[in-house]
């Protein structure tokens, strides 16, 4: 699907039962659902890059009496590079699963957590939202790569997080679906409650509330 420019990204994170947390303190935000904005006032700085890949499964030819015969279609595996100007710094330690001391420090925890993600792009041709969305999955940071400023410029280094996406019952199992604003039948409310269960960020006007 051709997309133009990166919107958006939203998360959540997930209880035990699969919904979502809703809970300031103990999730992301009241609402259930953060926007990854580029609001300073939220400590966000927007997002450079969303790179997916693993959508589809390497297909292997199966060959037989010197012809191929069949083919091998192995699920998808989708991961999500994400490289950010600057992701709030509490919420990024909660996506990571870090455990906070209560004094300012955060540790790696031995559970995971999981999370939901939705990525909104545009179509280029109708200018309408494409929304890449993953309801379960797992974020992790593999490093850091601190340099020193000059004396002619500052040096910054990025939020790069993978976010990896696991199964998900509401896609039928599947790991990922694709939604488009331009699809008659397309409804945002049930798109977001799907990622999102529970969520308050995103209701219909018709149902009085909406999160944007």
Not at 63 to 80: H, K, L, M
Not at 132 to 148: D, H, P, V, Y
Not at 165 to 183: H, I, M, R, T, W
Request: aromatic fraction near 8%; charged fraction near 20%.
């Amino acid at each position: 699907m051709a997309t133009l420019g990166l919107n958006m990204l939203y998360t959540g994170i997930k209880a035990d039962d699969g919904s979502t947390v809703i809970d300031k303190d103990k999730g992301l935000a009241a609402a259930g659902v953060y926007p990854i904005d580029t609001s300073k006032a939220n400590g966000n700085l927007g997002t450079k890059t969303a790179n997916i890949t693993g959508l589809s499964g390497t297909v292997s030819k199966i060959t037989g009496n010197n012809e191929v015969v069949d083919v091998s279609n192995p699920p998808s595996a989708p991961s999500v590079a994400i490289d950010a100007n600057e992701i709030n710094f509490i919420v990024k330690q909660k996506l990571l699963g870090r455990v906070s001391d209560g004094k300012g420090g955060y540790i790696d925890s031995d559970t995971p957590v999981e999370a939901g993600l939705i990525i909104e792009s545009r179509s280029p041709v109708t200018r309408t939202a494409v929304y890449f969305c993953f309801g379960r999955g797992i974020f992790n940071e593999a490093g850091q790569n601190i340099q020193t400023n000059t004396d002619t410029a500052e040096t910054r280094d990025d939020d790069n997080l993978t976010f990896t996406a696991l199964n998900y019952d509401k896609f039928s199992g599947q790991p990922y679906k694709v939604y488009a604003e331009s699809d008659p039948k397309f409804d945002k409310q049930a798109m977001f409650d799907a990622v999102f269960p529970g969520q308050t960020f995103y209701k219909n006007a018709s149902n009085g509330t909406s999160g944007q």
